[in-house]
């Protein structure tokens, strides 16, 4: 049973278009997040999210929104796409909203923009 | 801001053989976690191992152990008799108000 999942695993897409990835957690957990891998397989996180509070990183550009439609499920629309948003970008769920357990991630989404 | 630094980009080591990986970190919390994740060529995000800042004791499992020297902020990783299946990308990664702060990783490669 999977524990978090994402789909679509892979999404190539022109510049300008708007897409979404999706992500549901089935651990019960109670925040979920949004992080970043870039080509040089660093990452880093965009948003944390929890039925109270939504924290972003100041540094995610607003074209990147999370819609959060119940605690299960974290998905990720990003309006007019540009070629440096290519990356992998990774689910994440932990249990409590402390920000302190262990972060279970979803296999991640290659996202290529043309 | 909270910093994660791993020094070594990659290491090698021979099958068999006793590897460590270090991390060094910096944050104004008290309290808070440190964790070592593993990413093999599937990128799936694995987690190694857990620390929390507030227990002396190392933690371990298995052939995975950790060195936590809390006033140095040192969180060095482990690896006794290396297998074939070990080798990956292994983040070190600490908690933080917004979530996980990673270092840039180190590449571990697996000599047979």
């Known amino acids: 049973d999977t524990a978090v999942s994402q789909t679509p695993k892979y999404l190539v897409t022109q510049m300008g278009n708007d897409k979404s990835i999706k992500c549901e957690q089935n651990?019960?957990?109670?925040?979920m997040y949004w992080y970043k891998q870039d080509s040089k397989k660093f990452l880093k996180i965009m948003f944390s999210y929890n039925n109270k509070e939504l924290i972003i990183n100041e540094t995610v550009p607003n074209r990147f929104s999370p819609k959060s439609p119940d605690k299960a499920h974290l998905n990720l629309h990003i309006n007019s796409l540009e070629l440096g948003d290519s990356a992998v970008y990774f689910c994440?769920?932990?249990?409590?909203?402390?920000?302190?357990?262990?972060?279970?991630f979803g296999p991640g989404t290659r996202l290529t923009v043309t | 801001a909270q910093t994660v630094t791993q020094s070594q980009p990659e290491m090698s080591v021979q099958e068999a053989e006793t590897v460590t990986l270090s991390c060094t970190y910096d944050t104004s919390e008290s309290d808070y976690y440190l964790f070592w994740y593993k990413q093999p060529p599937s990128r799936q995000m694995i987690l190694v191992i857990r620390q929390e800042a507030y227990k002396q004791q190392n933690a371990t499992e298995n052939r995975f152990s950790v060195n936590f020297q809390k006033a140095a902020k040192s969180f060095s990783l482990k690896i006794s008799d290396s297998q074939l299946g070990d080798a990956a990308m292994y983040f070190c990664a600490l908690t933080g108000g917004l979530g996980l702060t990673f270092g840039k990783g180190t590449h571990l490669i697996i000599q047979p």
């Open positions: 651990l019960g957990h109670d925040t």
């Open positions: 994440a769920s932990s249990s409590g909203t402390s920000g302190m357990g262990e972060q279970y």
